[in-house]
């Protein structure tokens, strides 16, 4: 049981932190290249994809953590459960609103607060990003 939570866990917890670095290493960058209405465009088609795919494998990740802390209270694993759970109220209370302001029809033709808001998006994500990778790091140490 212990060794399916630790895989799990790892499986998890490693697509969680590496789609996080992709959005704000990569994806991120791209659109902070492209016109405003071509940004939202861009952003409103991957959004959907990235809504299923990530609270589902930060929920995974938590709940394979908080089984290993209590089958094995370690520093690290203390550690990664402490880093992941302000993650699950960042994104329901902080980043889907904005994600919901993102999908605004009427912010097409708004392209500078279109601009402000993507803004607060990446820098939200950028926290959600560094605390999946820091929980992943503990969950390897």
């Known amino acids: 049981m212990i060794h399916l939570l630790d895989s799990l866990a790892h499986l998890a917890g490693g697509l969680f932190a590496g789609a996080s670095l992709y959005v704000i290493a990569v994806a991120?960058?791209?659109?902070?290249?492209?016109?405003?209405?071509?940004?939202?465009?861009n952003f409103r088609r991957s959004l959907g994809k990235s809504e299923r795919i990530m609270?589902?494998?930060?929920?995974?990740?938590?709940?394979?953590?908080?089984?290993?802390?209590?089958?094995?209270?370690?520093?690290?694993?203390?550690t990664a459960l402490v880093l992941l759970a302000p993650i699950l109220p960042l994104s329901i209370g902080v980043i889907m609103p904005i994600n919901t302001a993102l999908r605004d029809p009427a912010?097409?033709?708004?392209?500078?607060?279109?601009t402000l808001i993507f803004q607060r998006w990446i820098a939200r994500?950028?926290?959600?990003?560094?605390?999946?990778?820091?929980?992943f790091a503990a969950i390897c140490y």
């Open 125 to 135: 994500q950028t926290i959600r990003a560094v605390l999946g990778i820091l929980a």
């Open 28 to 41: 991120h960058p791209v659109r902070a290249s492209m016109a405003p209405d071509q940004t939202l465009l």
């Open 55 to 78: 609270p589902a494998l930060h929920v995974v990740t938590l709940l394979t953590t908080a089984g290993l802390t209590w089958k094995i209270p370690s520093i690290s694993n203390v």
């Open 107 to 114: 912010l097409d033709s708004d392209p500078a607060n279109a």
